[in-house]
């Protein structure tokens, strides 16, 4: 079983920037890629961005230049960095990882998810 673990949400102005933080832990044999997905209130949970283990990255596009999206393999971490954010911003954030736990046996794991909220 594979693990993850979001952190680093929280109230902020519009403006300013977080970090969210995602660490992976469990029986990992390799991860493939991580990524990050958001839902606001009353809305559908939507793509945000992927990190592959090459490092190969996708932002959606009404977020690039804002989100940036980076990782740690050493430790089975992924970080989404935001900036300048706005309230359409507010959401829960949620962390997935595709991987393997064996050499033949692969896993898709989703976190908790951490609440940010974008308000003045």
């Known amino acids: 079983q594979v693990r993850l673990v979001e952190s680093g949400g929280g109230l902020v102005q519009p403006g300013e920037s977080l970090r969210l933080s995602c660490a992976a832990s469990?029986?990992?044999?390799?991860?493939?890629?991580m990524g990050w997905y958001r839902q606001a209130p009353g809305k559908g949970r939507e793509f945000v961005a992927f990190?592959?283990?090459?490092?190969?990255?996708k932002i959606t596009d009404s977020l690039a230049g804002r989100f940036t999206i980076s990782s740690d393999h050493a430790k089975n971490t992924t970080y989404l960095h935001m900036d300048s954010l706005k309230p359409e911003d507010t959401a829960v954030y949620y962390c997935?990882?595709?991987?393997?736990?064996?050499?033949?046996?692969?896993?898709?794991?989703w976190g908790q998810g951490t609440q940010v909220t974008v308000s003045s």
């Open positions: 990190i592959t283990s090459r490092g190969n990255t």
């Open positions: 469990g029986n990992i044999f390799s991860i493939e890629g």
């Open positions: 997935n990882a595709d991987g393997k736990v064996s050499a033949d046996e692969p896993f898709h794991s």
